[in-house]
């Protein structure tokens, strides 16, 4: 009896807390974010302009130059607007099933890194699945919005505020919707049963192979419990392993490679790539690559923008997972030095995925936020796509040259080595001069890296 009589205490106290989250995130839709004409806008490697197209081109050319990198480039509000919408985003819910080993039905307060952590896994699995031109036909018209999450007039005022800031006129031209025809109604209908099914991974439900329930109980094995807040590289860990245990077969062409103190170890990479799909066949899989950094010390360190930036400008790039201090966001792009991201902090309706139909409107983020890059906190992890072993080699020689041209004399983010983690494990062997790879000032920022924040499952 006195235990049932625990229960029901917090039970109570969690629909008080939820009542309470409710009205507290409630304010993240309803700030205004302001854009600049005069800049373009990266959307993970899409780029946008607002102005006529002969004076954007010269922008763009004097940003890329130094990294040699090739963005599509692409005019208009709207198709920028279609763009950011589609991304699948993930926020607290409340009312959802009770988490096992706790009272908890919802992660108002706690979850954020483990939202943004789901954020960058979907954009991985969108990419693999619907490929980075795809975008959510139904973007620019929801109408049908749930109304405890928003209504159609909430997103039609704050897409009229998005474009009041531009105060410039539009270009008018939209994107033609190409031509009613069999195989293009075929590939429709293809692409939203995979957007949905995305969606479904993610449900907050035990039997979602992403859903909070699993990535709590994947948790546990770090010392993470629900209600506890987790650090950008734990969750990295945690989706890891999420991706391992996931056994749907749609799943097993897919795995995830997280990056060794800072170091992506090429061999292991490809190992994994080259593993067996399933039941024992030969194939190829497609890699996540998650890398946990620092960007500074106790501060963010502004010499990093431009890399930053560099990251965001690749259209393998799945996002970065980070923000302020206990405050995870999802940074997807960038405006001039400010970082455009999708906040978690918003309280929603628990959402049944497994039923038929299930309303999408709210897992699509009809707001984008900015924040200036010199007041993130240093701890992040930064996320990359690769279909094909040799998508993986390319992207380390790019990103190897981005790294080179930014860090000039101060200590790379991190680093893409040859072989195999293991041929670079001096506590096995005896360390000779010839051989030591690092400086001493060096190894005592990856063994500070080792510690508390990156966390092996």
Known sequence: MEATGTDEVEKIKSKFMSAWHNMKYSWVLKTKTYFSRNSPVFLLGKCYHFKTEGEYR???SFHSSSAGISTEIS??????RRDF????WLTYREEFPQIKGSALTTDCGWGCTLRTGQMLL???????FLGRAWVWPEALDMDSCDSESWTSSTVRRLTASFEASLTAE?????LARPPASRDWDVT????EVYHRKIISWFGDSPLAAFGLHQLIEYG???????GDWYGPAVVAHILRKAVEEARDPELQGVTVYVAQDCTVYSSDVIDRQCSLVDSG????????ILVPVRLGGERTNTDYLEFVKGILSLEYCVGIIGGRPKQSYYFAGFQDDSLIYMDPHYCQSFVDVSIKDFPLESFHCPSPKKMSFKKMDPSCTIGFYCRTVQDFEKASEEITKMLKSSSKEKYPLFTFVKGHSRDYDFASSPLHEENDLFSEDEKKRLKRFSTEEFVLL
């Open 75 to 80: 005019g208009n509000v709207e198709e920028f």
């Open 58 to 60: 010269a922008l763009h």
């Open 122 to 128: 979907a954009q991985g699995l969108m990419l693999h």
């Open 220 to 226: 546990k094995k770090s010392g993470k419990m629900a």
């Open 281 to 288: 066949k030969a194939g190829t899989k497609a890699v996540i």
């Open 188 to 191: 429709q209908r293809r692409n």
């Open 85 to 88: 919408i589609s991304r699948i």
């Open 170 to 174: 539009r270009d008018p031209k939209v």
